[in-house]
């Protein structure tokens, strides 16, 4: 079963901080994503990448980079933080042939919160 | 643009009654693909069912489900709801439209199964 690890599990920062989520999955799918929980709004793609060096633009980006330095890792990068950006995160991996989203396989998340 | 609607945020149900979880979506596509994912409360979502087979009913884990092109749905269902299922489910599209990579997610239905 694919195996995608995310860190820290927790994080609390102050408005204006730096933060970086980590993301590693050891089953080589070319893809991997970023994605935000909240309620009422589901999850929302931020940035997602389809190989190493690769950074594709989701569908809620702004305020976040995001950087693939290896097949394996894929992190995200809060500079400035805002209250806004209190979530949950999700990261996750797929396999996907010719552009076509197969199974995602999500981390157990990281939560969070920007005071 | 591709979309998905899951039109009910909660849906509460007593022990024992039937589920119904609906979902429609939009595409251009003719070849769609679609999804169940699961959300437990404090573990990772993970993949249900799938489908992009027209009139298959595809079954997992008790759930079941039926990709019908001609109405562009994917209603989730169970004939008698547990305790355990309560969760949050989201449907979802792959953007083979587009080419992409990416799932287009609904806004997810929360499953409330009281004794």
């Known amino acids: 079963e694919a195996a995608v690890t995310q860190s820290p599990r927790n994080k609390v920062t102050v408005t204006g901080g730096n933060v970086t989520l980590s993301c590693r999955q050891t089953?080589?799918?070319?893809?991997m994503y970023w994605y935000r929980q909240d309620t009422g709004h589901g999850l929302r793609l931020i940035h997602y990448?389809?190989?190493?060096?690769?950074?594709q633009i989701g569908d809620v980006p702004d305020g976040y980079k995001a950087t693939r330095t290896t097949q394996e890792d894929f992190f995200l990068l809060l500079e400035l933080a805002s209250p806004s950006q209190t979530s949950l995160y999700f990261c996750a991996s797929s396999d996907a042939v010719g552009g076509s989203a197969e199974t995602l396989y999500f981390g157990s998340g990281t939560r969070l919160t920007v005071l | 643009g591709d979309s998905v609607t899951q039109k009910e945020g909660l849906v509460t149900l007593t022990e024992g009654l039937p589920v119904m979880l609906n979902c429609t979506y939009q595409t251009i596509y003719s070849n769609a693909f679609l999804f169940w994912y699961v959300h437990y409360l404090n573990e990772s979502p993970r993949l249900l069912l799938k489908s992009s087979t027209d009139n298959k009913r595809t079954e997992h884990q008790g759930f079941h489900a039926t990709l019908h092109k001609s109405s562009s749905s994917f209603h989730l269902q169970k004939s008698s709801a547990q305790l355990s299922d309560s969760a949050l489910y989201y449907c979802?599209?792959?953007?083979?439209?587009?080419?992409?990579?990416?799932?287009?997610f609904g806004l997810g239905t929360t499953l409330q199964v009281q004794p």
């Open positions: 990448s389809y190989g190493a060096g690769n950074l």
């Open positions: 979802a599209l792959s953007d083979r439209a587009g080419n992409t990579g990416k799932l287009i």
């Open positions: 089953n080589s799918h070319n893809y």
